[in-house]
T-cell receptor, first 111, second 115 residues
Framework: DAKTTQPPSMDCAEGRAANLPCNHS???????VYWYRQIHSQGPQYIIH???NNETNEMASLIITEDRKSSTLILPHATLRDTAVYYC????????????FGTGTRLTVIP | SQTIHQWPATLVQPVGSPLSLECTVE??????LYWYRQAAGRGLQLLFY??????ISSEVPQNLSASRPQDRQFILSSKKLLLSDSGFYLC??????????????FGPGTRLTVL
């Protein structure tokens, strides 16, 4: 599976959009981009995933660049409960079982 | 909707004692099941996964074992715990897919401290 690069930390004001970037320049054609988050002492929570097209659900939007080498997770109106570590994971058929959680981005939502 | 349960939530055990952690999934059938461990301040390490009853694959050789006695039940065990077994144990399930789009959903976790 392709590796990902994320900034170690970000701050966001409450009520504003949080834009979390992820680079995955070695992604291959059949690999999906997944986003999870982990709030302290809890299990990782699935947020969203995509292959080529932009995706949106009730939690967030995922914007994938046309060359698929990077993506951005958007939390449209961040709340204090969105403070967590966010993980961008690229996963394909060859890595069918293991999810590689790197260091992620620690998002702090500020009141 | 599907839900995943783990118990106990926290556990403190002495070195050399046995271990049994249980995970159950509701609202789905024939899921893939996974056990991960997360050491303090580190990423997740896949320990075992199962694609069906009685089918267990081990990713990391160690003194832990896993069993799947029922379709939606996954158990992590040890005969004798080591200090290094301390950590946050996570169970996950996925619907199963050959094509990489197989979302894993995690349980709340069990925090194990071995003293």
């Amino acid at each position: 599976d392709a590796k990902t690069t994320q900034p170690p930390s970000m701050d966001c004001a409450e009520g504003r959009a949080a834009n979390l970037p992820c680079n995955h320049s070695t992604i291959s054609g059949n690999e999906y981009v997944y986003w999870y988050r982990q709030i302290h002492s809890q299990g990782p929570q699935y947020i969203i995933h995509g292959l080529k097209n932009n995706e949106t659900n009730e939690m967030a939007s995922l914007i994938i660049t046309e060359d698929r080498k990077s993506s951005t997770l958007i939390l449209p109106h961040a709340t204090l409960r969105d403070t967590a570590v966010y993980y961008c994971i690229v996963r394909g058929q060859t890595g069918a079982n293991n999810l590689f959680f790197g260091t992620g981005t620690r998002l702090t939502v500020i009141p | 909707s599907q839900t995943i349960h783990q118990w106990p939530a926290t556990l403190v055990q002495p070195v050399g004692s046995p271990l049994s952690l249980e995970c159950t999934v509701e609202g789905t059938s024939n899921p893939n099941l996974y056990w991960y461990r997360q050491a303090a301040g580190r990423g997740l390490q896949l320990l075992f996964y199962s694609v069906g009853i009685g089918q267990i694959s081990s990713e990391v050789p160690q003194n832990l074992s896993a069993s799947r006695p029922q379709d939606r039940q996954f158990i992590l065990s040890s005969k004798k715990l080591l200090l290094s077994d301390s950590g946050f144990y996570l169970c996950a399930w996925s619907p199963g897919s050959r094509f990489g789009e197989d979302t894993q959903y995690f349980g709340p976790g069990t925090r194990l401290t071995v003293l």
